[in-house]
DNA sequence: ATGAAAGCGCTAACAA
DNA sequence: TTGTTAGCGCTTTCAT
């Protein structure tokens, strides 16, 4: 910064100003120019140490999540949080207490280094409490059920999910769609069965509750899916997950029925490696935990930064990007505020 | 800091050689005591950020992994790295290409934090080149095949893991053990199979190269092992991966053999959650991720710590934590130094 | 419109 | 054995 300010000819300060951009009025445009001209060739970097030093904020995000490291999602949820807060000037440090070192012992850690905001997954059917650590620091919630509606809540809309699958099997052609459930009635469960009916609705076929089986696993889940097929003939199937699809696979593997020729299967997966490898042909529409992660950091950016001045997004921060899957992800996403779903 | 020094009426730097350590010798017994326990009583910890503005270390360690977001491993390499930093007072930062963001702009933004050291993961199995951006700080390469042996590499112990597989499998009885392997000539493939003939020797089961069946992936593996089981009767399976196990599911599925009855099927398996979903009765032996992780991070601070100050490590640091698994994960995973197996 | 200077919390060389 | 002091790189108030 020095060196910059030397080569310009003006003071550290001047440099300070220009590369925050709080020169508007305040710096000469052909000066400021100059300057940046001149830390680009450098390539002066700001160090964020000293920075924050100053100004106690560290433009690090904090990631907390629970049970989590089993699962496949986490690292696309991260990996969303993390392209956004690149694009935004931040950088994510991602904590979860499925290891040996406890959840506090964790966040004390990431405490110290002064989060700016937090980031807090629960993915679970349960209503949870949101860890006393965190509630006094900007926080958004990931795909969690909580009753504590002081927080935004990035979710998956299970709605959608559920319509937009029914829709696809009967653009397909399908007539008669049983649904494989979840016999837990998780939010989820019930959710995307509405948007289910709802489809049905619109297309002028008949909701038939024959047609609904939801199943817990192993062979409870084959019996009953086999059942299913044997008195009802369904033409396709929407299945709540991976586990639910490969029943079906399981049964008409046994019942000599071709899964896409005699019968079409949509399923709700975590991850679309794991359904290939297990269910091929399967059309899998992967839950949007990118997205979700993405959108919850542009949430909590926006909330620290109105917090303090209102700093602007860089104009190339695309709030949701573009998928290349055929159903788009970005559909299957929504912000909840104050219990009211702004989008 | 300078509260603690008032209350204990001394001078902020006889805190600090305190609160660092550096007073044996220095500064009076009693009196670092009793800092120590004033800092204890305020809640005195630290600022991260003003330490490393003046010692330039920021005890934050970067994790660049390409190509890594959409398996399920990840996470557990992370989970395991975080144990390990985070009893060694370290915090890790995650970064991965796989998302829009590409790899330079996020390693830039890792560079500015200032890491003081970088893992580096390209689990592939192709021979990949260390990125420049890395090649000067502390590095430790976890699961990377690669012909630079400047830095330390901790990988899974192929061998260890055909080796054990095959004797679970004679131990429990069986006398004709196929090997369902990748047709991909893949280290992992061709060094399995050394473990599990070795292994077989030394049973006293000669080798039988009918048992062997190097497949691909769908109807071609189907065909393959199917034919296996037709010509050869095979009482037990060791299986290169997820996929390949099921492939010896489904085909005794459609032969009406049952799996843990007529046969013994042991896989290799990133996760174990989704093989009980998909293979129940498999016996999996998990990759060791998370071992992987946490012991690339020891090697890495003792790295970064031997350039600087011989810092000790906490009492409390175990190596490799002991898990749940029947099968340790710990005599799969290894360190490699200039060519040379160190453990 | 620009510069001087104070100080964020900490470390370490030097003085006492 | 302990305290004094000079910064680390940056932001920001206050003069100019």
């Known amino acids: 910064m020095k060196n910059v300010a030397d080569k310009a000819g003006v003071s550290i300060s001047t440099v300070s100003l220009v590369m925050n951009n709080h020169d508007s009025g305040r710096v000469k445009t052909e000066i400021a120019a100059k300057v940046r001209k001149i830390a680009n060739e450098l390539g002066y970097r700001p160090n964020p140490m000293a920075r924050s030093l100053r100004t106690s904020k560290t433009s690090i995000l904090g990631f907390v999540a629970e049970q989590i490291s089993s699962f496949p999602y986490v690292a696309k949820m991260l990996q969303g949080a993390q392209d956004a807060a690149s694009k935004l000037g931040y950088v994510v440090l991602f904590v979860t207490s499925d290891g040996s070192t406890s959840q506090e012992e964790q966040t004390a850690a990431l405490q110290r280094y002064g989060m700016d905001g937090f980031l807090y997954s629960q993915p679970s059917s349960q209503v949870t409490e949101v860890p006393d650590d965190l509630v006094h620091y ?76 939801n199943v817990s696993h192993n062979d409870e889940a084959l019996n009953a899916v086999e059942h299913l097929i044997e008195t009802q003939h369904p033409d396709a199937f929407f299945c709540y997950d991976d586990a639910r699809a490969w029943y079906v696979y399981e049964c008409a593997a046994r019942m000599g029925l071709s899964v896409g020729r005699d019968i079409s299967v949509i399923g709700v997966g975590d991850d679309k490696t794991v359904s290939d490898t297990f269910t091929p042909k399967l059309t899998t529409i992967e839950l949007p935990y990118y997205e979700m992660g993405y959108w919850a950091v542009c949430k909590l950016v926006s909330l620290i930064e109105k917090q303090s001045e209102g700093v602007m997004f860089p104009k190339d921060l695309i709030p949701l990007p573009p998928l290349d899957s055929p159903i788009p992800a970005r559909i299957h996403c929504r912000l909840i505020e104050n219990e009211s779903i702004v989008s």
Chains 1, 2 share one sequence.
């Open 138 to 213: 900007p926080l958004v919630l990931i795909a969690t059920n909580t009753v504590d509606n002081r927080f935004p809540i990035v979710e998956s809309s299970e709605f959608d999910i559920g319509y937009d699958a029914t829709k696809r099997l009967i653009d397909s052609g399908a007539k008669r769609i049983a649904y494989i459930g979840n016999c837990v009635p998780t939010i989820a469960q019930a959710t995307r069965l509405e948007g289910y009916r709802e489809m049905l609705y619109k297309a002028g076929i008949p909701f038939d509750d024959n047609l609904l089986a």
